[in-house]
T-cell receptor, first 117, second 110 residues
Framework: DSGVTQTPKHLITATGQRVTLRCSPR?????VYWYQQSLDQGLQFLIQ???????AKGNILERFSAQQFPDLHSELNLSSLELGDSALYFC????????????????FGEGSWLTVV | GIQVEQSPPDLILQEGANSTLRCNFS?????LQWFHQNPWGQLINLFY???GTKQNGRLSATTVATERYSLLYISSSQTTDSGVYFC????????????FGRGTQLTVWP
């Protein structure tokens, strides 16, 4: 158990709908990351937050948005869903955004499986 | 972005066999991690290894940053080792975007 909690674990929804994925980082971690894993694209970085502020943005579609709340949990909102958005969405956390060290590395949650039908 | 290539893409072994997985990256990186994704989809940290060699039980990893590659060595394979092994690199000096390879799918048969 990495300590990163994601809900829901599985979600099936229809095209055009909107869903929210939730993430609670490890205790004490201030930085949160979202990744998408699909068969064709592999593991892709979406976005990073640190202590409530957006820190880095990757291949995140305009239909997707995220935020990190004062209690440090994060939500990823996916709207106008398309069949191609079906994927495993990971949240990850790290203590800080500072230099990567053995004590400051990224740990992944179990993921949220999203199926769009 | 950085290109991360892993080989082989697929590996089938019998229990007890040894294997070496390779990760090549296209640019200088400051840090590298190996992950194991089990059949249930969980991504598990194996090693944080920017350079040098580390060992953890039957697994060991070596990164030669100057030559832009890392190796993951699995000895005495067990069925529970099955899954996908990913190499991921950080480009900057601070934590941020991880660039993942496409992974090596390992299947260990009893």
């Amino acid at each position: 158990d990495s300590g990163v909690t994601q809900t829901p674990k599985h979600l099936i929804t229809a095209t055009g709908q909107r869903v929210t994925l939730r993430c609670s980082p490890r205790s004490g971690d201030l930085s949160v990351y979202w990744y998408q894993q699909s068969l064709d694209q592999g593991l892709q970085f979406l976005i990073q937050y640190y202590n409530g502020e957006e820190r880095a943005k990757g291949n995140i579609l305009e239909r997707f948005s995220a935020q990190q709340f004062p209690d440090l949990h994060s939500e990823l909102n996916l709207s106008s869903l398309e069949l191609g958005d079906s994927a495993l969405y990971f949240c990850a956390s790290s203590p800080s955004w500072g230099p990567a060290t053995s004590g400051n590395t990224i740990y992944f949650g179990e993921g949220s499986w999203l199926t769009v039908v | 972005g950085i290109q991360v290539e892993q080989s082989p893409p697929d590996l089938i072994l019998q229990e007890g066999a040894n294997s070496t997985l390779r990760c090549n990256f296209s640019d200088s990186v400051n840090n590298l991690q190996w992950f194991h994704q089990n059949p249930w989809g969980q991504l598990i940290n194996l090693f944080y290894i920017p350079s040098g060699t580390k060992q953890n039980g039957r697994l060991s990893a070596t990164t030669v940053a100057t030559e832009r590659y890392s190796l993951l060595y699995i000895s005495s394979s067990q069925t529970t080792d099955s899954g996908v092994y990913f190499c991921a690199v950080y480009r900057g000096s601070t934590l941020g975007r991880l660039y993942f390879g496409r992974g090596t799918q390992l299947t260990v048969w009893p």
